[in-house]
């Protein structure tokens, strides 16, 4: 309930629509050692891709074997999704569709771009220098900047896009239509994250698997050592 102060009571309430929730998590427990020589040791062995990446490492989507502490951390990722994620959008079906590596060396970056065919999109970090290795950055996709004006910036209501620094462990989550950019890296180490995509679950079909990158199953790439 609302007053100004004369005779006048505004009851209201608020309707927030098409927003964009973005899920920031810290997770523990997880082998990012591990994980980093897992990421580099595929890619030694496969063949990467230029989508949205200017420079560094995009590795194509990866499917078996994967080492067992990737393979856990997908499966609790998923009862996660569908618990608290699902609290906010009602929907507690979807399931993992594909990931990919990213490593982004000195002064590589991503431009913007979204992810299409999918949900829910996040990215999860392995491994992050010190310093400026690059934010994901969260663009406002609509005309709100030629209304503006000297309002530009001036909270989350009126901002253009929205930033959030790296570190090691931190997992962001977004609705797949968003768009977003991966600032350059400037530092003169690597960072390593693993990205991925949910889907409605009956698009988890054998077309898609196919289209994957399988690496052959030998002792050599035996990754449950790792």
């Known amino acids: ?3 100004n102060g004369n005779n006048f009571t505004f009851q209201s309430k608020e309707h927030f629509l098409f927003s964009s929730p973005i899920f920031e998590s810290e997770v523990e427990g997880v082998d ?3 994980l980093a020589t897992y990421c580099r040791t595929v890619r030694e062995k496969t063949q990467g891709v230029t989508i949205s990446n200017r420079g560094g490492w995009h590795s194509n989507e990866v ?3 994967l080492p067992e502490n990737l393979v856990e951390f997908f499966n609790t990722l998923e009862k996660f999704v569908a618990e608290y994620v699902g609290s906010f959008t009602s929907i507690n079906s979807l399931k993992l569709g594909n990931f990919w590596i990213n490593i982004n060396g ?3 970056y991503n431009l913007v771009h ?3 065919n ?3 999109s996040g990215v999860y970090y392995v491994e992050v220098p010190e ?3 690059g934010n994901l950055v969260i663009v406002r996709d609509d005309t709100a900047e030629f209304f503006l004006g000297r309002y530009k910036g001036a909270g989350p209501f009126f901002t253009l896009e929205h930033s959030f620094t790296p570190e090691a462990g931190k997992l962001i989550m977004f609705p797949a239509w968003t768009k977003h950019r991966v600032e350059r890296n400037n530092t003169d180490k690597e960072r390593i994250s693993i990205a991925f995509n949910f889907v409605d679950e009956e698009k988890i079909n054998e077309e898609v698997r196919e289209k994957s990158t399988i690496i052959p199953n030998t002792e050599e790439n ?3 050592q790792w």
């Open 131 to 133: 310093g400026d290795s």
């Open 118 to 120: 999918s949900i829910l």
């Open 63 to 65: 499917l078996n074997p």
């Open 222 to 224: 035996s990754w449950g």
């Open 32 to 34: 990012n050692t591990g």
């Open 1 to 3: 309930m609302n007053k």
């Open 106 to 108: 000195p002064n590589d």
């Open 114 to 116: 979204d992810h299409q």
